[in-house]
C-alpha cells in the first residue's frame, strides 16, 4: 500500500495479477469472524490495477494526479 506516492505497507500476495470475480469489492470494509468491520476516516483517489505496480510507477501515477 503506498499513501502519497511513499510505500507504507506490504502484504502477503504473491500473485502477479488480480483475476476477476463476480464477487463484489469493498473498499475499506473487512470481514472478521463474521462481523464487518469499517474503515473510519476518508479516503481519497483510491486506484486499482489488475497487475502490479513498480514503486517508480506509483510514484509517476502520484505526482501527476496529485493536485
Given at each position: 500500500m503506498y499513501v502519497d506516492g511513499v510505500?507504507?505497507?506490504?502484504?502477503?500476495e504473491s500473485s502477479s495479477e488480480i483475476p476477476p470475480y463476480a464477487a463484489r469489492l469493498?473498499?475499506?470494509?473487512?470481514?472478521?469472524?463474521?462481523?464487518?468491520?469499517?474503515f473510519v476516516g476518508k479516503m481519497d483517489e483510491v486506484a486499482i490495477w489488475m497487475?502490479?505496480?513498480?514503486?517508480?510507477?506509483?510514484l509517476t501515477?502520484?505526482?501527476?494526479?496529485?493536485p
Open positions: 510505500l507504507s505497507a506490504v502484504g502477503a469493498w473498499v475499506g470494509c473487512q470481514q472478521r469472524n463474521g462481523i464487518y468491520e469499517f497487475r502490479p505496480l513498480s514503486a517508480e510507477q506509483v501515477w502520484y505526482d501527476a494526479t496529485k
